[in-house]
């Protein structure tokens, strides 16, 4: 953990979206008993630009609501039937903010796993062309971010009759938005902000502690980066949480 006067130092270029919060720093002062996972460090930072709701590829697109992604999942479901399957997404980020928890009106694209793979990309690229989604409005970008402790549950998201929805537990959930870490403010860039507060106060976490250690059971405590840390402690610090 670090001292006082570091603590002071880091939140404040945290605090300014315009100081560079790129260093690929670890806490080897965190300690984990956690050796669950692998976590390749070039695939976090990959996962965590593919998981932005701001992906560059986008062949077009506005965020999708909650109605618009029942209606794309309920088109989806209905052409696997056509075909005699029943598929599987697990889905993440944004998609469950809006599903699962109410805690957005939209997201920008769907982040999810899913199977059969070559079926459900093939279908989904037809349920793009029908309901004029962007061709990547269900992508697997989010694959490199998945922790090998992957815990997860059909919560209280819709079930269709060919679709079985799955997401991580809120605790999983939390740990992969607090390795991402993104704040915002530059480039055009979306927040994981206000979703790591919704979900610290949905688990009922009392201090920095508690979160850091979450992520530590989610992820190697070597790879979390310093600015997941100042995040962290600036918003029980700010009176946020």
């Known amino acids: 953990m670090l001292n006082g006067r570091d603590t002071g130092n880091r939140t404040a270029e945290l605090r300014n979206p315009l100081i560079s919060l790129s260093k690929h720093l670890s806490l080897e002062s965190y300690n984990s008993t956690s050796d669950q996972c692998l976590v390749i460090p070039h695939l976090i930072a990959d ?4 998981m932005s709701d701001d992906a560059t590829n986008r062949s077009t697109g506005s965020a999708l609501t909650r109605e618009e992604l029942l209606n794309a999942f309920r088109t989806l479901s209905d052409k696997l039937g056509e075909q005699g399957v029943t598929g599987e997404l697990c889905l993440f980020g944004g998609t469950v903010m809006v599903l699962a928890f109410s805690a957005r009106l939209a997201t920008k694209d769907i982040d999810a796993l899913f199977k059969p793979v070559k079926t459900i990309r093939e279908l989904a690229g037809r349920v793009a062309t029908e309901l004029h989604l962007p061709n990547d409005w269900l992508n697997d970008g989010v694959k490199g971010f998945v922790s090998a402790r992957h815990e997860t549950t059909a919560g209280n998201l819709p079930q ?33 902000v206000s979703d790591i507060t919704f979900l610290i106060r949905h688990l009922g976490l009392k201090s920095a502690r508690d979160v850091l250690d979450i992520v530590a059971q989610y992820y190697p405590s070597n790879q979390i980066a310093v600015k997941t840390q100042y995040l962290i402690e600036g918003l029980f610090e700010e009176g946020h949480i």
């Open 47 to 50: 996962a965590s630009h593919a």
């Open 160 to 192: 269709f009759p060919h679709l079985r929805l799955t997401m991580p537990v809120p605790e999983y959930l939390l740990a992969m938005k607090c390795m991402a870490s993104r704040i915002g403010g530059t480039g055009g860039e979306q927040s994981d």
